[in-house]
């Protein structure tokens, strides 16, 4: 891993996880230079920091692949249904490998800033490590979970024993035989880790500020007859994902649940519960996203199967969410409810009593100090912002896009932002995102970016911008699509909610992959609409 920084290129790429990873590729393709900065020793992104017990992605694999090489496709040999981390890390390095990425990606370095130069129309990027590089363009494939968070209590550094983040796992194997573990946090990395942990710690203490849904995940080896298949339906199955509503094609309902009698209803709940399959919950009925009273049947559905599951009443009650379903991200899950039920593993509601400290010993809440001898913060991330704004990128006439964004983030599809000519944010704030399969948001960001590169290249102008007007345009689309829906009503990340002092805002576009995809390419039909051009 050499380091090789060249002076000036024609774009400067930021993460080396999927996005980046496919943005070089098609940049060299098109015959430009690149340099990717990754903060990590390695690629993968997400998959690279999120080492946790248990950790793997919540999107079948044969979904959650790369389409642009059909080689590719149909030779990498997927191994279950929801691969681990292991796995998918493994897919990046092959990828990176396949494609003879790494050359021109400089790992352990941390871009710090960028400085529009309006002269001399490139970015000057500077990283930790004092490198700076011009670039025509700068592109954030900084991913949407990226930024971690810690809870917001005292003492953290005062715990002699030992601390581990879900977002930054030590790489050597870790094991909790015969310790005591206490974990902050109950979203996706907290539900998939915990009933890993309780496996062999001693006592493994969960501390829940806001329960989540889950569903199993009913996860197994893939069989070589289904994996055939879908290489054999492969092209029509990746338009089906890019035509879908969150990037995996599903049977799209046609009813309200309101019109429908009670068996009907329980019978699409337990069909989907059995099909282990998110997508399938949120798509049982037409109303679920938007009335509440459509969404309170499945809350009520929900809630008796983790009656069911808990042996312990008390223990039920408090696992059982109160928010909309799918107003906060659901999760899939092995074993997570049932986990409760073991008798080294204890529950403590954070609604009742609250986190006060971290302590030398442990964690005090406002009735009692628990002791440990390991802390697990799966406490989330400053989300779809927090990675851009982490960086100090100043636009025109110095404007910062963190002061910009004080409000909440502003963007034109969720690629650009008015002041900060030739950004490009893949899978940014206005756009789906994290409402999808992220490598369909990815490749669909990634293909419409390079074709804007190219396009100015060949019309010989050297400037795109998103106008005022078109931001201000789509910012109050993406707001007013979002309050036709139940998703303002619950504090969570895609409201910013869980950053103490962010600005609370929908972030995602909501509208689902196909339409948003059918609008960014009318907008470069017609010539980059929304956007400013210039030589
Ligand atoms: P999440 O989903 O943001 O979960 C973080 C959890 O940590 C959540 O339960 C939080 O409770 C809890 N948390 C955060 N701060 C605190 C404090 N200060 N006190 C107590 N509890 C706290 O992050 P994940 O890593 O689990 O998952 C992120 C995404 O990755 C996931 O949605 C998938 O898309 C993949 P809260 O809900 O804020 O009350």
Known sequence: DPRNVPPSVDAVIVGAGFSGLYLLHKLRQQGRTAVVFEAG?????????????GARVDVESLAYSYSFSEDLEQEYPWQERYPTQPEILKYANHVADRFDLRKDIVFRTRVTGATWDDDQKVWLVRTEHEDAVTARFLVMATGCLSSPKLPEI??????????????????????????????????SSGVQSIPVIAET???????????????????????????????????????????????????????????VTAEERNAAFEQAWESGSLVNLLSTFTDFATNQD????????????IRAIVQDPQVAEDLCPDYPVGTKRPCL????FETFNRPNVHLVNLRRTPLVEVTEKGIRTSEREYEFDVIVYATGFDAMT??????DIRGRDGISLKETWSAGPRTYLGIGSAGFPNLFMITGPGSPSVLSNMLVSIEQHVDWVAD?????????????????????????????????????????????????GKTRVFMPYCGGVGEYRKKCDDVAAQGYEGFSLAA
């Open 41 to 53: 020793a390695g690629v993968g992104g997400t998959w690279y920091w999120n080492r946790y017990p």
């Open 154 to 187: 005292p003492g953290i550094e005062t715990f002699k024993g030992t601390s581990y983040q879900t977002s930054r796992w030590p790489h050597e194997q870790i094991t909790f035989t015969g310790q005591r573990v206490g974990i902050i946090g109950t979203g």
């Open 201 to 259: 710690a001693a006592d493994l203490t969960v501390f829940q500020r806001t329960p989540s849904y889950s569903l199993p995940a009913r996860n197994r080896r893939l069989r070589d007859d289904e994996i055939a298949e879908m290489r054999a339906n492969y092209r029509a199955y990746r338009k089906a994902q890019r035509e879908s509503g969150a990037g995996v094609p599903v049977v799209v309902p046609t009813k309200s649940a309101l019109e």
């Open 294 to 305: 459509a969404n309170d049947t499945a809350k009520a559905w929900i809630h008796d199967k």
């Open 333 to 336: 899950d092995t074993d997570y």
């Open 386 to 391: 927090g990675a851009l704004t982490n960086v």
């Open 452 to 500: 804007a590169v190219e396009h100015l290249s060949r019309e010989g102008l050297r400037t795109i911008e998103p106008t005022p007007d078109a931001q201000d345009a789509w910012v109050d689309h993406v707001n007013e699509l979002a309050s036709y829906t139940l998703y303002p009503r619950a504090d969570s990340w895609y409201m910013g909610a869980n950053v103490p």
